[in-house]
C-alpha cells in the first residue's frame, strides 16, 4: 500500500506556472496638435481628442457621427422554463449594442483624414440581473470613441504635417 501511494505522488499532475501579461498602458489622452472646428455632429457626442482640440475660429473641419444599433438574443421560453439551471441564475439571453462612428476632418473640399471604427458590447441576463439599455449604449460608445481616438494619435505625425500645409493660405 505504501508502495502504491508512493507511485501515485510520484505520478501526480504538475501545474504549469501561467505567466502574467502586463495589460497595455492605458492611452493618455491629449489634443490634437491642431485646431479644428465641429461643422457636423454633437460637441458632447466627440472623442476626448477631438473635443479637446476644438476651436471655432479654424479654417480645418471636424465631421463626426455615431450610430447605435440593439441586437437581442433570447432562449426561447419553452427551453428556459423547464431547465432547472434557469431558476439558479444561469443567463436567458443576450442584450447587445454595436456603435458604429466616423470622424473627417477636412480643410474646405480637401479631406485631411478619414476615419470609422465599429464596437459591439454585450451582456447576459437571467432571471435575477439584466443590464441596462443605457449602460450598454454608453460601454459601446466609449469603445467606439477610443478606437477613433487610437487611429487619430497613430496617425498625428502625418495629420499635423498635412494641417500645417492646409493652414497655410
Known sequence: MLLLAAAMLGCSVQVPVSQTIAPPEPLVEHPLPFKGKLLSGDANELPPAVAMS????????FSYREEL???????????TALDPVTYL???LGDYGVTAFASLSIFKGDRVLGDYTAKAFVSKSYSLYSEPTHKELEQAARTSVRQKIEEKLYRDQERLAK????ASNP
Do not use: F
Open 54 to 61: 476644438l476651436s471655432p475660429d479654424s479654417q480645418i473641419g
Open 69 to 79: 444599433t440593439h441586437n437581442e438574443y433570447h432562449i426561447p421560453l419553452a427551453v
Open 162 to 165: 498635412v494641417a500645417a500645409g
Open 89 to 91: 441564475g444561469a443567463p
